[in-house]
C-alpha cells in the first residue's frame, strides 16, 4: 500500500497527526474549513512538507482519511464521498464546543453516530482517546519498550490492519477492537486521557467491557 494519509481539519490534532506522519514517511495532505484567513500559511509553518488541498483532493488521493474536526462539523464535510474509504474517526463529542447533536445519545458512542451519517463508510475509531500534546510526546518508534497503546476499533478487519500500520507508523502500539467498545474509548471511559501500554489498554477495556 502506498502510504498518503489525508487529513481533514488544520486544527491541533490535524496538524500534530500531520507531523508525526511526515517523519514517518507519509505524504500528507489536509483540507482545511477555508474560513480562516492565511490558512495556507498556518500549515506551511505548522506542517511543513504537507499539501493544503481541497478536501474533494484531499479524499480522492489518501490511503486512509483522519476526520479532525469537531464532531459537529462533520456534517458539513461530503461524506458520500468518504463510501468505501478507510475513515479514522479522531473526534468526540465536546459539548461545550458541539451542543446537542440530534440523534447522538448521551452514553452512545459518537463513532456510532457518525457511522450512521454515510454507512458506507470504513470507519475506524482510532486516536480519540489521547490529548494531541500527547500524540506528539508519547510517539515512541517501534520496538521502544515505552510504547502507548492506542484502540483501533471498528467491525471491518482490513480497515482495522490498515489504520494499525498507520499508528505503528506514528509510534504507537495499535490494539484492534470491535466498534462495540468504541463507548469505552470516550471522555468517561478507563483509558480516556491515561497513558496505558497496549496490553493495558486491552484489559482495561475488557474491564470495562464485563461491568
Ligand atoms: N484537542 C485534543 O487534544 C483532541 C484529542 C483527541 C481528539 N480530539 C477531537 O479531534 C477533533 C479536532 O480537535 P482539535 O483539538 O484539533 O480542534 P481544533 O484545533 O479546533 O481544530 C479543528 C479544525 O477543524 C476545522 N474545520 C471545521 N470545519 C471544517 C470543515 N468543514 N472542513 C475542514 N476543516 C474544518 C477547523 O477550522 P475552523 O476553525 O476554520 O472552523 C479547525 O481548524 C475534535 O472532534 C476533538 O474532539 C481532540
Redesign the pocket.
Known sequence: MTKRLGI?????????LGRLALAAGWEVRI??????PL?DLIVETMLPGARLLP?AAVVADSDVIV?????S??R??DLDALSDKVVVD?????YP??GNLDGLTEGGSSSDWVAALNPRMRLVKS?????????ETDARPVGHAERRGVAVASDDPGANDIVAGLLNDLGFDPVELPAAVGVHLQGDGPVFGRWVDAPGLRSAIASATER
Open positions: 481533514i481539519g488544520a486544527g491541533k490534532v490535524g496538524t500534530t483540507a482545511a474549513s477555508g474560513r480562516q490558512q478536501e476526520l479532525a474536526v469537531p464532531l462539523k462533520v458539513e464535510l479522531a473526534m468526540n463529542h465536546w464546543v458541539d486516536l480519540n482517546h489521547l490529548g494531541y500534546h500527547d500524540m
